[in-house]
């Protein structure tokens, strides 16, 4: 298993600001992923977060507006770049030691826009 | 893309009571998790699951993966497993999980 440390936990920001999300695990893991889930919904995946090189993104999300760094195999950010009150979401980081192997999630980012 | 599809989409029990919870997915699958989202909106992983029937206390899951569905099974329920539940796949074309539905699950006393 891998114990993932997400900061900040919960976030109350002003539109037209960015918020700097970061994801700290305890081992090094060949995968990181950064989800959304907004009010009420499931996740979504929003990019995969290569160590060396840029994110990869999944359709709907682009690097202007959610800029991901991996410097590391323990460490990424997510950052969420001129709110809105849309963007009011948990944000998850997940990791996978392994191909193929099983997802830990940190525990979240309660994100609200106002 | 493929679709994940849970059912019930909500359910109230009052404790003590069983439940089974489906997940049904359109495609192929490498694996399959089960979470438990905590009113906090953290995710607590279940079952990783690709196929067979595993047992956790009073929590168990079985995958068939030629039929494409899932179950878990919450015995004995109590106010503690209210929550979201949320079944996740792997799917051929890399290492990404896709989510179902969820339910919504609430446990009274």
């Known amino acids: 298993s891998a114990v993932i440390s997400q900061k900040p936990s919960r976030d109350i920001c002003q539109r037209g600001t960015s918020l700097t999300i970061q994801c700290q695990v305890d081992?090094?893991?060949?995968?990181m992923f950064w989800y959304r889930q907004q009010p009420g919904q499931s996740l979504t995946l929003i990019a995969t977060?290569?160590?060396?090189?840029?994110?990869?993104?999944e359709s709907g999300f682009v690097i202007d507006k959610f800029p991901i760094s991996r410097p590391n195999l323990t460490f990424s950010t997510l950052t969420v770049s001129n709110m809105s009150p849309e963007d009011s979401s948990i944000y998850l980081c997940s990791v996978e030691i392994g191909w193929n192997t099983e997802a830990f999630f940190g525990q979240g980012t309660r994100l609200t826009v106002v | 893309g493929i679709q994940v599809e849970q059912s019930p989409p909500d359910l109230i029990l009052q404790e003590g009571a069983n439940s089974t919870l489906r997940c049904n997915f359109s495609?192929?699958?490498?694996?399959l998790q089960w979470f438990h989202q905590n009113p906090w909106g953290q995710l607590i992983n279940l079952f990783y699951i690709p196929s067979g029937t595993k047992q956790n206390g009073r929590l168990s899951a079985t995958t068939v993966a030629t039929e494409r569905y899932s179950l878990l099974y919450i015995s004995s329920s109590q106010t503690t497993d209210s929550g979201v539940y949320f079944c996740a796949v792997f799917t051929g074309g890399g290492n990404k999980l896709t989510f179902g539905t969820g339910t919504q699950l609430k446990v009274e006393l």
């Open positions: 977060a290569n160590q060396g090189s840029e994110a990869t993104y």
């Open positions: 081992s090094q893991v060949t995968m």
């Open positions: 495609d192929s699958v490498n694996n």
